[in-house]
């Protein structure tokens, strides 16, 4: 299954606008609660410039970029872990994703009616953040109280268990989210199955009016979520949603001449499509020929034959080795012959762990 990003937050705070600009896949976006129901999936590009710099080299027939998804989830309410506003159905949809991006609204209209009255991001944050909470010490109680009565079976793994449930337990009673308890790899594997809302990575969206895309300085309620993700050790990313939506409309010079109108050096959606990348420790690397040049995603820390096994299960199975060369230096030297010929070029077993940027051609024999 593709890794995905839910993206999460009160009703009308430019959810489903953000969605459809970042996927175009049409979502509806009305102004009132709960016209997402079901959650829209949209796969989207990874920007990432490497690609024509590789093509500009290789001259290939096409160009694949990797890919995203993102899960556009119906909006939460106050209430939504005790089923409000058809919560249960939306917290099961976040149950399911990798990572979430949790977006804020971050400016006035009078047009647009916000589900609590008035526009207050720390306030919105916190609705979000405890209803989350909630949810998750329902299903870490619930479990605790069956593992209590497995421990009798004396198998550790059962004491192990208890041990990180009654931790993450007690934050969740403080208030605060499950990503605050440092957990250790035994406890992480045996907790995985649970699929906790609060331990998931997260990236605030701070949505914007138009007229601050370029510079939202004396926005106050972007600085608000700003102190809000360093307290948490998480990121932001400003746009403007209702703008997005525009230039999602253009393409190539148009696009470009768009921009620099506005005064962006790129769009808000690809700062956050990479950013949402990051957020799960993902990586990319290349292959590049003349038939493609493509860019594959792995996970930080992925060994030669998995990456292999990311383009097909035979190159894993059959690995012997990889032929390596960082991007920079494959640009620089304007070539694989002199690439070569500089001694950038090499050999890597199995125990390579393959970097971000690097350009490889696997070896292999099944």
Not at 144 to 160: A, E, I, P, Q, Y
Not at 277 to 299: H, M, S
Request: aromatic share 6%.
């Amino acid at each position: 299954m593709p890794l995905q990003a839910g993206i999460v937050g009160l009703p009308n705070v430019g959810k489903s606008t953000l969605f459809n600009a970042i996927t175009k896949a049409g979502a509806e976006a009305a102004n009132y609660p709960f016209c997402t129901i079901d959650p829209n999936v949209g796969v989207v590009e990874v920007p990432d410039v490497r690609l024509q710099g590789l093509a500009d080299i290789v001259h290939p027939k096409r160009i694949v970029p990797t890919a995203f998804e993102f899960v556009d989830i119906a909006g939460l309410v106050q209430g939504a872990s005790q089923g409000e506003g058809l919560g249960n159905r939306f917290l099961g949809h976040i149950r399911e994703v990798d990572a979430i991006v949790h977006v804020v609204r971050c400016f006035e209209n009078d047009d647009i009616t916000h589900v609590s009255g008035s526009v207050d991001p720390l306030r919105d944050i916190e609705t979000i953040e405890l209803e989350l909470i909630l949810a998750d010490l329902e299903t870490v109680q619930k479990r605790l109280d069956r593992t209590k009565k497995n421990m009798k079976s004396g198998d550790k793994k059962f004491k192990v268990e208890a041990d990180a449930l009654e931790r993450i337990a007690a934050t969740l009673a403080d208030g605060k989210p499950g990503r605050y308890v440092s957990l250790s790899e035994e406890e992480e594997q045996v907790l995985r199955d649970l699929h906790l809302l609060t331990t998931k990575p997260i990236l605030y969206a701070a949505n914007v009016g138009e007229d601050e895309a370029a510079d939202n300085t004396g926005n106050p309620y972007v600085e608000t979520v700003r102190q809000r993700a360093a307290e948490e050790h998480a990121q932001v990313v400003v746009v403007s949603a209702q703008l997005e939506a525009e230039i999602a409309e253009l393409e190539g010079e148009d696009r470009d001449a768009f921009l620099a109108d506005l005064g962006l050096a790129e769009a808000g959606l690809d700062k956050l499509i990479r950013s949402a990348y990051d957020l799960l420790g993902l990586r990319t690397y290349f292959t590049a020929g003349e038939p493609e040049v493509r860019a594959w995603t792995i996970r930080e820390g992925t060994k030669a034959p998995q990456a292999a096994g990311v383009i097909h299960s035979d190159f894993e199975r059959g690995f012997i080795r990889a032929e390596v060369v960082a991007y920079t230096d494959l640009v620089k030297a304007g070539g694989y012959t002199a690439a070569r010929e500089q001694g950038k070029v090499r050999l890597e077993g199995k125990d390579y762990i393959v970097a971000d940027g690097d350009v490889v051609h696997f070896r292999f024999n099944v």
